[in-house]
């Protein structure tokens, strides 16, 4: 085991001291590496809380039952510490590159967003919403100027209608 934690924290330090400027490609290809490496320390990590449970449970057979697991307890912290250290490592690492992921996406946001295609897209959305707006008022006020005339037009329509 231990020769298998000096593997994975050799190479996080790889993935930790390794360059930031990546492609997109290579992000995603590295934050799957990631997940498989975290996928190996939650292995590790239930194998020494495994090996704590069996050593507790062995230790109460023992005359010196306390002694027995204050040992148990020190080797269990001093396994998960190195599981822990590594997992430390990696997600520092995976926040960097999550970050320059989050950055060119960002860049490519601003990029589209500031194209002249896009941006005259925009104005004649903006241009097509006020005169929508506009005619609507139009509308609403031709509809106002008729429910104030309905009472005239309807005397003018008793006045015209063959049933009086």
Not at 6 to 22: E, G, K, N, P
Not at 26 to 51: C, G, H
Not at 65 to 93: G, N, S, T, Y
Request: glycine share 0%.
């Amino acid at each position: 085991m231990p020769n298998r934690s000096l593997f994975f924290a050799s190479i996080l330090m790889i993935l930790v001291t390794h360059s930031q400027t990546f492609a997109g490609v290579a992000q995603d290809k590295e934050l799957k590496e990631m997940d498989l490496i975290q996928n190996n320390l939650n292995t590790q990590s239930e194998w020494v809380q495994y090996r704590y449970d069996q050593a507790v449970s062995d230790c109460y057979s023992k005359f010196w039952m306390q002694r027995c697991l204050d040992k148990a307890r020190l080797e269990f912290l001093k396994e998960k510490k190195i599981v822990r250290d590594q997992e430390i490592a990696l997600h520092a690492r995976q926040r960097v590159v999550n970050e320059v992921i989050k950055d060119e996406k960002d860049q490519q946001r601003i990029a589209e967003y500031q194209d002249p295609k896009k941006v005259k897209e925009r104005a004649d959305n903006r241009a097509n919403y006020e005169e929508k707006q506009r005619l609507r008022a139009e509308r609403e006020a031709e509809l106002e100027e008729r429910r104030k005339d309905a009472d005239k037009r309807a005397k003018e329509n008793r006045k015209t209608s063959p049933l009086d």
